[in-house]
């Protein structure tokens, strides 16, 4: 149900009292109620600074010559004020400022307020960026949901607002400005821990990787074996696996390629440098064709998309909201929990997950199979430092593509099991300590709206002037 609004009887009496020298005004004292129509095409060359809906998201009005505008226009003057009518909950107030890059005109989806000598246009801004009456204005808006809701000049007229005398007015709007920056900084301040928290963690995990970070627990602890000797165990490993699954056939086994000899940077003592095919099986998702068969799809093994696995930022894959048949589970490539995956195609390449579920994954991600922690979680690590390098990748195609090889030809910088298990303790306390800062700063993100509306509530109180 729309809320509903009486108009006053008689003198106009608000909803509180206010200060002395006060009053209580209707929005309509101040609207405009001459029409100011004008049509920029009939002067294709001339120029204009245009308020439109879109342009008040950067702050400044778009310069354009008559030419380019398509439909006509409300004439308007420095220091008026314009409200507007689409989706009135969000904030957008605008006071007119002159640029002097032509005639100055805005959208018909603007109400406006002209400029007058009975109130200061800051002040009326401000009191129109309100939350109470954005969102009483959008209980009575006329339409159908969001962008098509659309607020009459009717529904604005009789609304109160509190008028400080002209006197103080400016006063009032200089609490507000000085106050409203101090806000703006803050908020900014937060904006900049978020970026440079993002900058810490790549930082923190090159430093991983490159033994930067447990130089100081490297000098004091001589390991007992390094990181070629964890290579020939893990290659050892694997080949006795492979050939206990061949029975009695234990010929035709593959060496995993090492890295190639391309120049290598300089590692720590006791680190090697091993292929991403050496610590792992690497092997390609599919995907049954056609998408959406019911034959394949909606049945109970769970679906790993590259969706999924980008969903968010955690390291481990907990669950997915898609599933395959046993037939889309034969058409696939079905993968046991504990895997590490990696997307290889499309804008969301080179992403790293461990899912703690087996599935089936599809043709956007491969899995790295058959690894033990805690190198696959160093692994894990790893391959986020190499994801913006991936992704630079130009193999011709239409989009980013990582094909299997690519993958398998991955180097990864070894460091000994000891060295391992420290490097990977290590950023993960780290990390916890980042991800409780982001929720700290997750936890203030409606802060600095918050305290605008609050001082404009003590601003039109009387409590600033």
Same mark, same amino acid.
């Given at each position: 149900?729309?809320?509903?609004?009486?108009?006053?009887?008689?003198?106009?009496?608000?909803?509180r009292t206010l200060?002395?020298g006060w009053r209580?005004?209707r929005?309509?004292?101040?609207?405009s109620?001459?029409d100011r129509s004008?049509?920029?095409a009939?002067?294709p060359?001339?120029?204009?600074?245009?308020y439109?809906?879109?342009s008040?998201?950067?702050?400044?009005?778009?310069?354009v010559?008559?030419?380019e505008?398509g439909?006509?226009k409300?004439?308007?003057?420095?220091?008026?004020?314009?409200?507007?009518?689409i989706n009135p909950?969000?904030?957008?107030?605008w006071k007119?400022v002159d640029?002097?890059?032509?005639?100055?005109?805005?959208?018909?989806e603007?109400i406006?307020?002209?400029?007058t000598a009975n109130i200061e246009?800051?002040?009326?801004?401000y009191?129109?960026?309100?939350d109470?009456l954005r969102n009483y204005?959008a209980?009575?808006?006329?339409? @159908?949901g %969001?962008? =098509?809701?659309r607020v009459r000049? !009717?529904?604005?007229? #009789?609304?109160?607002?509190p008028i400080?005398p002209y006197?103080h007015?400016?006063?009032?709007v200089?609490?507000?400005?000085?106050l409203f920056a101090?806000?703006?900084?803050?908020?900014a301040?937060l904006?900049r821990a978020?970026?440079?928290?993002?900058t810490?963690?790549?930082?923190?995990?090159?430093a991983? @990787?490159? %033994?930067? =970070?447990t130089?100081?627990?490297r !000098?004091?602890?001589a #390991?007992g074996?390094?990181g070629?000797e964890l290579?020939?165990q893990?290659l050892?490993?694997?080949r006795?696996?492979?050939?206990?699954?061949q029975?009695?056939r234990?010929?035709?086994y593959?060496?995993?390629?090492?890295p190639n000899?391309?120049?290598?940077?300089?590692l720590?003592t006791?680190w090697?440098?091993?292929s991403?095919q050496?610590l792992?099986q690497?092997?390609?998702?599919?995907s #049954?064709?056609?998408?959406?068969?019911p034959?394949?799809f909606?049945?109970?093994?769970?679906?790993?998309?590259?969706?999924?696995l980008?969903r968010?930022?955690?390291?481990y894959?907990t669950?997915t909201n898609?599933?395959?048949?046993?037939l889309g589970?034969?058409h696939?490539r079905?993968?046991?929990a504990?895997?590490?995956?990696f997307?290889n195609s499309?804008?969301?390449?080179?992403?790293?997950?461990?899912?703690?579920?087996?599935g089936c994954i599809?043709d956007?991600s491969?899995?790295?199979?058959n690894?033990?922690?805690?190198v696959?979680?160093?692994v894990?690590?790893?391959?986020?430092?190499q994801t913006?390098?991936?992704?630079?990748?130009n193999?011709?195609a239409?989009?980013?593509?990582?094909?299997?090889t690519?993958?398998?030809?991955?180097?990864?910088?070894?460091?000994?099991?000891?060295?391992v298990?420290e490097?990977v303790?290590?950023?993960?306390?780290?990390?916890?300590?980042q991800?409780?800062c982001?929720?700290?700063?997750?936890?203030l993100?409606?802060?600095p709206?918050s305290l605008?509306q609050?001082?404009l509530?003590?601003?039109?109180?009387?409590?600033?002037?």
């Amino acid at each position: 149900m729309k809320a509903k609004y009486v108009a006053a009887a008689g003198p106009v009496q608000g909803p509180r009292t206010l200060p002395d020298g006060w009053r209580w005004g209707r929005l309509g004292e101040f609207l405009s109620i001459r029409d100011r129509s004008i049509n920029p095409a009939d002067s294709p060359s001339k120029s204009f600074q245009l308020y439109s809906v879109p342009s008040h998201a950067t702050g400044y009005p778009e310069q354009v010559v008559g030419s380019e505008i398509g439909s006509a226009k409300q004439s308007i003057g420095h220091g008026d004020v314009l409200l507007c009518k689409i989706n009135p909950r969000i904030n957008r107030v605008w006071k007119v400022v002159d640029h002097e890059c032509g005639e100055l005109i805005a959208s018909t989806e603007w109400i406006r307020f002209p400029a007058t000598a009975n109130i200061e246009p800051d002040y009326l801004r401000y009191l129109l960026m309100r939350d109470g009456l954005r969102n009483y204005l959008a209980m009575n808006a006329s339409g @159908v949901g %969001g962008s =098509l809701m659309r607020v009459r000049p !009717a529904v604005i007229e #009789p609304i109160l607002v509190p008028i400080a005398p002209y006197t103080h007015q400016k006063r009032i709007v200089a609490c507000i400005d000085e106050l409203f920056a101090e806000i703006d900084d803050g908020e900014a301040a937060l904006a900049r821990a978020r970026t440079d928290l993002t900058t810490w963690r790549k930082s923190l995990l090159k430093a991983a @990787v490159t %033994g930067e =970070l447990t130089a100081d627990w490297r !000098a004091a602890n001589a #390991p007992g074996e390094t990181g070629g000797e964890l290579l020939f165990q893990i290659l050892r490993k694997r080949r006795t696996t492979w050939e206990e699954g061949q029975g009695k056939r234990r010929s035709g086994y593959v060496e995993p390629a090492p890295p190639n000899n391309t120049v290598q940077p300089t590692l720590p003592t006791g680190w090697v440098w091993a292929s991403v095919q050496q610590l792992s099986q690497v092997v390609r998702g599919a995907s #049954p064709r056609p998408a959406g068969d019911p034959r394949f799809f909606g049945g109970t093994i769970p679906w790993i998309t590259v969706g999924a696995l980008t969903r968010n930022h955690s390291k481990y894959l907990t669950s997915t909201n898609q599933f395959v048949t046993e037939l889309g589970r034969d058409h696939s490539r079905f993968v046991p929990a504990d895997t590490l995956l990696f997307t290889n195609s499309g804008a969301t390449l080179g992403v790293p997950r461990i899912t703690k579920i087996g599935g089936c994954i599809n043709d956007g991600s491969v899995a790295l199979l058959n690894m033990d922690e805690p190198v696959k979680s160093y692994v894990y690590y790893f391959l986020q430092t190499q994801t913006e390098k991936l992704r630079a990748l130009n193999q011709g195609a239409a989009q980013p593509n990582l094909n299997t090889t690519i993958v398998k030809e991955i180097r990864v910088p070894l460091p000994p099991i000891e060295e391992v298990y420290e490097i990977v303790a290590n950023i993960e306390r780290l990390l916890d300590e980042q991800d409780a800062c982001e929720d700290d700063i997750k936890d203030l993100k409606g802060a600095p709206d918050s305290l605008r509306q609050s001082v404009l509530a003590a601003a039109f109180c009387g409590e600033l002037s």
